[in-house]
């Protein structure tokens, strides 16, 4: 009721529908007259109208690329459905057609009527952006034809987005652009402006595509908070990757899951490499929800592995389809030398390379001392320090040149080194994967983008779907292996990578447990050396390995570290078994202090250089330009602007913030200038100069 009450609030607040009367009217004509046609019209112009789901009549309609449905897929199309909320747990390996599987499942959960609409829930916003742009091209057929459902996409950087920007309906469009058929209508995506004007709204379209970031403020003590739950009230909630949060946001997930099924909505939660005591908790979160505790599910080790959960738990092993079916080396590799050496003679032979570092230094020092080795254009950085509009740049040249349709000429001898920005969501496709030591989960996740389409020898995409390049390797960089390592054995040879990764005594057990199996089986059996199911278990499961006694005190101090956030996360939720008052939190926040994810907190740097007596933004962009020329980086790390950069600058960068709300205070702005070469610009941190650079090559550097 509350939600219902602030969205009647905002859209009896819009003078366009509801204007002031200037003169006495008699109550019954005003309600008859004007109130209700204006609501009509109101909630119509809003894109919240009733959209008519269309039946379901196979996955070929759905998907019409879907020839020869996969093992999954055919099980999402045919297991029957139970009455109620239900969740459904599909696990299978990267490239098995996960998402098709859930949308597909989701649609028929519409079409019986336990649902009118999805949010699809990712763990990041380049991951969003490519689930959104698949989603644009069918979630149309959801519904009947003559409808016009909304599909929004909903995290921070939306705006950024061309093909959500174009998808937006200015109000004058709408009279002409809703109520097209699918067929008519000239977008394959829509969106009301009033929907895609506020992230808080995002949750109402008929179809959200964003972070899951936007579906956890429901369960905080955010403002408007009984908005974004009634946005997914009603709907089928689709989170990817549920294995990639940390402990804090995973009990987060658990609150989420309890109060949607409490809602009566259904849940489709997907993974590749899901440990099986994270299994069990998402399960008894939704089970709290619907009001089936105490039914246990039963421990079953099959992989690949759909779990349906109402009022009973089932099980049902699925095959993958045999073009997935592989075994992946893997090789050590001890010193950076060593992997140098290993990149230039495959890029020698022409074959494209990608090597994934644990951090933004060690991606740089890697690029660095390729550099001098490789052709300029055969060689490319990519990280989360860039500039956005130069990031995205460097995205879109990445999926060109790696991507499922690049060619034998754009892929041959091209080296990509990259950090954690490749390892989900984007369709890249290496012939060589390289990549630093980190958890096992991660590490599959990463060899899934090694040979994932198949190509011939040369690297043209092979249209039988016949994989003729030579068996796949996965390059591990990692310390000597040892049964008796001592308590720096990780942090001698990743410095830098010990606070990304600062659990040590996973990181022993993923290098023990794929040292000694040799390969990566996918999926491989029960017991299977290699195989994903047994990796996972062998890294998270409770028959792990002991841990040398010289990394019991990192990893205890980690697990500690892990606890208290999962307790945090169950201290910042709201109880809502308590109803809408004060009580339900010890403390509301406002939405950009609501916390849903722990760790550093970030901020924005905003380049500019000077041109025409003025700053203007460092990277030309024709929309957004200043949107495009933000760096994230951790707070406080840049400081700030030094007293002689503050002189010569803070007059042109007080005359931004008075046309540019977002260069307001706090938010730093800094010009730079070009020194020797380089554009540079001078900060101070707790009274020390800091000289920054910036290049669209090597990105930020403090």
């Known amino acids: ?68 449905p996969t093992p999954l897929q055919q099980y999402a199309a045919t297991v029957p459905l139970a009455q109620g909320p239900q969740l459904f747990l599909l696990e299978d390996v990267t490239g098995a057609g996960k998402t ?145 949060y940390d402990p804090y946001m995973h009990a987060l997930l658990c609150k989420l899951l309890t109060a949607h099924a409490r809602q009566g909505g259904s849940v489709l939660l997907l993974s590749a490499t899901l440990p099986a005591a994270m299994r069990a908790e998402l399960i008894a979160a939704f089970q709290a929800g619907g009001g089936h505790e105490g039914v246990e599910p039963a421990a079953d080790t099959r992989y690949p592995l759909v779990t349906h959960v109402h009022a009973e738990v089932s099980t049902h092993a699925c095959a993958t389809r045999p073009q997935l079916v592989r075994k992946v080396a893997v090789a050590p590799l001890h010193t950076e030398q060593a992997v140098v050496e290993r990149v230039m003679n495959e890029a020698r032979a ?114 039988d779907g016949c994989e003729r390049r030579p068996a796949p390797t996965l390059y591990l960089l990692c310390p000597e292996n040892t049964d008796t390592p001592g308590s720096n054995w990780y942090a001698a040879s990743f410095p830098k990578a010990r606070h990304v990764y600062p659990n040590v005594g996973q990181l022993w057990l993923t290098q023990r447990a794929l040292l000694a199996a040799g390969q990566i089986v996918s999926p491989g059996g029960p017991g299977e050396d290699g195989a994903v199911r047994s990796l996972v278990e062998a890294v998270y499961g409770p028959e792990a390995d002991p841990i040398p006694d010289a990394l019991q005190r990192a990893t205890q101090e980690q697990m500690g570290k892990d606890m208290a956030a999962a307790s945090q996360a169950h201290f910042n939720a709201l109880n809502l078994e308590r109803g809408y008052c004060a009580d339900s939190s010890h403390h509301w926040y406002e939405d950009t202090q609501t916390p849903t994810r722990l760790g550093d907190e970030t901020c924005e740097i905003y380049l500019a250089r000077e041109e025409g007596g003025g700053l203007v933004p460092f990277v030309a962009a024709s929309a957004f330009p200043w949107e495009h020329a933000a760096v994230r980086v951790r707070a406080g790390v840049a400081g700030v602007l030094s007293a002689r950069w503050q002189a010569r600058f803070g007059p042109a960068i007080d005359a931004l913030r008075r046309h540019h709300r977002l260069l307001a205070d706090p938010a730093l702005v800094l010009p730079l200038v070009r020194e020797d070469g380089q554009w540079v610009g001078y900060c101070e941190r707790n009274g020390k100069p800091q000289r920054i650079e910036y290049d669209d090559v090597l990105g930020l550097r403090i």
């Open 350 to 463: 022409g074959r494209c390379i990608c090597w994934i570092r644990n951090t933004v230094d060690d991606a740089r020092h890697a690029f660095t001392a390729l550099r001098s080795h490789l052709p300029e254009k055969s060689l490319a950085l990519f990280h989360s320090r860039f500039a956005m509009g130069d990031r995205l740049a460097i995205e879109a040249a990445a999926l060109d040149r790696f991507g499922k349709a690049s060619t034998a000429a754009q892929r041959q001898g091209q080296v990509l080194i990259a950090t954690q920005v490749v390892e989900q969501s984007l369709d890249l496709d290496f012939d060589i994967m390289i990549s630093d030591l980190a958890p096992i989960d991660l590490l599959i996740q990463r060899a899934g983008r090694l040979q994932r389409h198949a190509r011939h020898g040369d690297g043209e995409p092979a249209t």
């Open 1 to 68: 009721m509350a939600g219902l009450a602030v969205l009647a609030d905002w859209l009896g607040s819009n003078q366009a529908h509801f204007r002031y009367c200037e003169h006495p009217q008699d109550l019954s004509a005003y309600w008859c007259e004007a109130a209700q046609p204006e609501a009509a019209q109101a909630v119509r112009m809003a894109g919240l109208s009733d959209q008519a789901v269309s039946p379901w009549q196979g996955s070929r309609v759905l998907f019409p690329y879907l020839a020869s």
């Open 100 to 244: 098709e599987a859930a949308m597909i499942l989701a649609h028929r959960l519409m079409a019986a009527d336990h649902a009118h609409g999805i949010y699809l829930a990712l763990p990041s916003m380049a991951t969003a952006n490519q689930i959104y742009r698949r989603t644009a091209a069918m979630y149309r057929r959801l519904y009947m034809a003559g409808t016009a459902p909304s599909l929004v996409l909903s995290h921070g950087a939306r705006q950024l987005v061309d093909d959500f920007r174009r998808s937006v309906l200015e109000p004058q469009a709408q009279d002409d652009d809703f109520g097209y058929s699918r067929e008519e209508s000239s977008a394959s995506a829509q969106c009301s402006a009033w929907l895609a004007d506020n992230r808080k709204k995002a949750l109402l379209a008929d179809v959200g595509v964003g972070t899951l970031d936007q579906a956890l403020l429901a369960v905080l003590p955010a403002r408007h908070q009984a908005l974004r739950l009634l946005g997914l009230s009603g709907k089928v909630l689709l989170v990817d990757e549920v294995h990639a």
